[in-house]
């Protein structure tokens, strides 16, 4: 009877996001089997589910980038809870395993295999798609936040109540939005280091612009933080050139970050913060591919991302015919 240990799967993607599960999906279509998606939280899609509120819509299109859908996945604009149940039918059609709950730490190349460390052991693939997005790791501001007040200070609406004084960080669709929702139960205000929301969609910044000119959220905008401090179990924000506020809750939603250091440890190269790949978003490592948030400008689209998975899965099936002519 054959390992675990020693089962080498066809495809391994790392990342269970639109991008990864596409990649799946298609692969499956084109006759690929025994694919494995690795996914560190407990469900797939984690950044809709913990960074979207409820209802909120989710486009195919990101900021108005119109991208035309080359693959066999037809995706349509909807909301954060039909966009969950969609690619749930999609992994539900096609035979994907989907092992959550599972950190990769790093990926190795053997002769003819990968070699992917995760926090559940070793497992091999003969292809590896590496589709993890920056939002996993949300930026966090370079000032320390001391410990005693940790549990006031988010990056995103869990934890978050009602009839709070609250200061959300930031000026991106995020931001907007958490500002916006919260709102509606509580004392809000928004800081961002710049004088206008520009980083956010056009709806967006229509709803923030609405709820400034109703008094509902109240701008700090050209202005940037320099620390926090504790004030009686209280944030105290240390705002540059302007007096400090208290505050009952602060929500930083100030973008995400590259992966770097696990691209680099897994040989990856790098420019500008992003992963250099070819055409077919092959790495400079053969048999490893990226897609997704982490090969794009801003991220985010999720057209883009089901293409890519497309593509993907159309060139690893032509070098599987070349190896064998």
């Not at 930031?170 to 929301?197: H, W």
């Not at 993907?312 to 064998?324: D, G, L, T």
């Amino acid at each position: 009877m054959q390992n675990e240990n020693d089962h080498i799967y066809n495809l391994a993607i790392i990342g269970a996001g639109p991008a990864g599960i596409a990649t799946a999906v298609e692969a499956y279509i084109e006759g690929i089997r025994d694919i494995i998606l690795l996914e560190k939280d407990e469900n797939h899609n984690s950044t809709i589910r913990k960074y979207y509120k409820d209802k909120k819509r989710v486009d195919k299109d990101w900021k108005g980038q119109k991208v035309e859908l080359d693959g066999r996945i037809y995706f349509m604009d909807g909301t954060k809870e039909s966009t969950l149940d969609f690619f749930d039918e999609l992994l539900a059609k096609h035979s994907v395993k989907l092992q959550t709950h599972t950190e990769v730490t790093g990926i190795e190349k053997e002769d003819d295999y990968f070699v992917i460390h995760t926090s559940k052991g070793d497992i091999k693939a003969k292809y590896v798609v590496v589709t993890i997005g920056r939002m996993g790791k949300p930026n966090k501001p370079s000032y320390k936040i001391p410990p005693s007040i940790r549990k006031r200070v988010g990056y995103t609406l869990d934890g978050c109540s009602q009839n709070e004084k609250v200061l959300v960080v930031g000026g991106g669709d995020s931001a907007v939005e958490y500002a916006v929702d919260l709102a509606e139960k509580n004392d809000v205000s928004i800081c961002y280091r710049r004088e206008t929301f520009r980083r956010a969609n056009p709806t967006n910044q229509k709803n923030i612009a609405a709820a400034i000119a109703h008094n509902e959220v109240r701008p700090i905008l050209g202005v940037n933080i320099e620390g926090l401090e504790d004030e009686n179990g209280r944030v105290k924000v240390l705002f540059k050139d302007r007096e400090p506020e208290v505050y009952d809750r602060v929500i930083y939603a100030i973008g995400g970050t590259t992966p770097s250091g696990f691209l680099v440890s897994s040989g990856i190269e790098e420019k500008d913060g992003k992963p250099v790949h070819d055409e077919h978003y092959q790495t400079n490592i053969p048999g490893l591919y990226v897609a997704g948030d982490i090969t794009q400008e801003s991220g985010g689209s999720i057209a883009l991302g089901l293409n890519q998975g497309y593509y993907i899965a159309k060139h690893i099936v032509e070098q599987e015919k070349s190896k064998k002519a």
